[in-house]
Structure formats: structure tokens, C-alpha cells
């Protein structure tokens, strides 16, 4: 990539599912074409709205069997449990949106990154450590771990959900808070508490007062690490700079890739999906 490059890093799974939550509301039968214009109709949105001052619209993917699994399997457990307890088939949305995730791929003129065992936070964060010094980066998403990327500079996070950027007035303190802390929506208890907390009924998190939280605090400062035993789980899981060396690099190789798809294609794609509505704002796109 070319200096000069500006890109938007679209957290794909996570936008795209709060929108699902939301269409839920209206629409709660939810199929596949509907499906396929609320994401298409996403990507219009904000490519109209940011490309003018950021550039690149560039989809970043979770994959399955995510490399975090191996050093916690509770990792986004109680994810699973909450979704199976769901009405909603999440099966055939899962489905879908692996369809609709390759004819995209395929037809529109968008990078558009799976790497194996990465989750889009690591795409995320490779791309935005490698790339920041070129020009501005904006993440879309609504997820807090980004403002640790407040580190970078050029770097800037658009909450669809807030409406409005967000940021960390301290972005390191706040990793180290968020590794203390832990993070209960991927199932990460506390650095105080076990593996399972959030898996096991009988177990609940162990306290951080202000006192513990202080003694925690000097501990890590003064560099007695021992005595915070899941403190290395979690720094491991949280801080994104801990993703694997070779997973990094194939996430830059698959970011070099040319694109393979087209404006050419769009028009055709459209007409063969009939997206009436989708056409007449295809300059957006």
C-alpha cells in the first residue's frame, strides 16, 4: 500500500449484528434478502458519509476457531449460551451472512479481510499499527477495546451506535484498567478470579474495591506480576498488540491482495438481487 492510502477499518460481524438486533424490532422474520439489504445498505451509509475525509472502505471479518481459544477456551462462551437461548435462528442468519460476506467480496470494490483464526479486532489493530503514519485511520465500531488504539496517532473511532467518535483521554491507563478489570462480554473474568467465573453458576468474580484495585495497581507498576496470577491471561486476551507474529504478517499479505471486486459489477449484482431501493443510491457505494 502506497503512502498516501487513507482507510476506514469496518468491524464487520459487530456492526452488523447490532444492526440485526435492531431490524429485530421491525422486521422480526428476518430472511435472506432482507438480510443482504441491511448489509449492503450499511456499507452505502457509511462509505457516502466518511469517504470524502477518510477514504477506503475496508471490510475486517471474524473467522472461526479463534487463535484466543487456546489460551482461554471460556473465551465468548457465555455468547454462545445467550444465542442458543435465543428465538432468533441464528444458524441461518450465520449462514446468510457467509453468503452475502463472499458475493461482496467478490463484487464490490472493497477490500474485504478473513484471515483464519483472527477475529476482526486483529485485523483492526495490524492494519492500524502499520498504516497510521501514512494518513488517518477511522474504526468504525461501537466496541470500547479500540480506544487502547488512541496510542497511534491519526487514528480516530466513529460509534455508530453513540453517533459520534469516542476516544480515551488516556488510552493506556485504560488498557491496563481493561486487562485489570477483565471484559464479562467475551467472558474474561477479573485478574482476582478463575478461568470459569463466568461458565460456572457457583462462582461469582472476586471484588475490586479501591483498595484492592490500588494494591493491584502498584503491584503491576512495581512489576510484581506474580502475585497477580491471571494477570498474563488476560493481558493476553485483551491487549491486542499480543496477537501471534505469523498471524500478523498474513493479515498484511491479505491486505496487499488486490481487490477482485468492481464498480463494473455492482450495477448487475444489483439488477440479478433486485435491489430496486440499493440502485438509485449506487453512486454511494
Known sequence: MQRGAIIILLDNNQIILASIFQSMKDYPELNEDYIRHMVLNTYRKYNSEFREEYGQLVICNDSSNCWRKKIFPQYKQNRKKSQSNSDMDWDAIYNSLHTIRSEIKEIFPYRNITVETTEADDIIFVLTKHYHKLEKILILSNDKDFMQLGQFENVYQYSPLKKGYIKSDNPKMFLLEHIIRGDSSDGVPNILSDDD?????????????????????????NNRIQELPFYDRNKSIIDLSCIP??????????????????????????IEKKLKNLITNIEDF
Open 197 to 221: 467465573t463466568f461458565v460456572n453458576e457457583e462462582k461469582s468474580q472476586k471484588r475490586l474495591t479501591t483498595k484492592v484495585m490500588s494494591k493491584v495497581m502498584d503491584d503491576i507498576v
Open 245 to 270: 507474529s505469523v498471524l500478523e504478517q498474513a493479515i498484511i499479505e491479505q491486505f496487499e491482495k488486490p481487490v477482485t471486486g468492481s464498480k463494473a459489477k455492482v450495477m448487475t449484482y444489483m
